[in-house]
Structure formats: structure tokens, C-alpha cells
């Protein structure tokens, strides 16, 4: 059974920076993709990066230049560094894979940036 833990999420400031962790465990392959969605209050839940085995990586248009995605396929770990946040990027942040067609995801870390 393939599990995700997330960490990193935080109370920071408007222009700070942060970065998020995802370890993955329970799975003897590596995984096709792997990245990051946020849900907000009151709002779906959204892409932000994502990375694929072959280093394809897709950004939310609202973070392009300021968040970059990373893997490390060796200890299953997958990394969200997030520069200049902004208000606007204050979510609940998920940790996202997916193997031969099955998702799967993350309990969730919590971001708040303070204006």
C-alpha cells in the first residue's frame, strides 16, 4: 500500500519562502508522477507542480517562476520550493503520485502566508 506524508507547511510572510517534503513508501517502482495540488477555503482543489518520471514538469500558470518541483527518485521523496509567496498561496497543500493509473495522495500540510 503505497502512502504519502507531507511536511514543511507553515505560518510565513508575504515574499517568504518555504519548502514542502513528500515521502512515498509501499510502492517497489517508481512512480509515473509526482507533485503537489493545494485546495483553499471555499475552493477546489488545483494542480501546482507536477513532475514526471521522465522530468516533464507542469506549473499552475498563478506559480510559474516562483515554485519549482523536484524529485528524488532514490528515496522516494518529492519537493515543493515555493519563493515569494503571497497570500494568494495560503492552502492546504497535497502530495500527489501516480502509478500504473492509480492516484494517490497525501493527508495534506497546511500553508498560510500573512499579508
Known amino acids: 500500500q503505497v502512502h504519502l506524508v507531507e511536511s514543511g507547511g507553515r505560518l510565513v510572510q508575504t515574499g517568504g519562502s518555504l519548502r514542502l517534503s513528500c515521502a512515498a513508501s509501499?510502492?517497489?517502482?517508481?512512480?509515473?508522477?509526482m507533485g503537489w495540488y493545494r485546495q483553499a477555503p471555499g475552493k477546489q482543489r488545483e494542480l501546482v507542480a507536477i513532475r514526471s518520471y521522465g522530468g516533464i514538469t507542469t506549473y499552475a500558470d498563478s506559480v510559474k517562476g516562483r515554485f519549482t518541483v523536484s524529485r528524488d527518485d532514490a528515496k522516494d521523496m518529492v519537493y515543493l520550493q515555493m519563493n515569494s509567496l503571497e497570500p494568494e498561496d495560503t492552502a492546504v497543500y497535497y502530495c500527489?503520485?501516480?502509478?500504473?493509473?492509480?492516484?494517490?495522495w497525501g493527508q495534506g500540510t497546511p500553508v498560510t502566508v500573512s499579508s
Open positions: 500527489y503520485a501516480r502509478l500504473r493509473k492509480q492516484d494517490y
Open positions: 509501499g510502492s517497489n517502482f517508481a512512480f509515473d508522477a
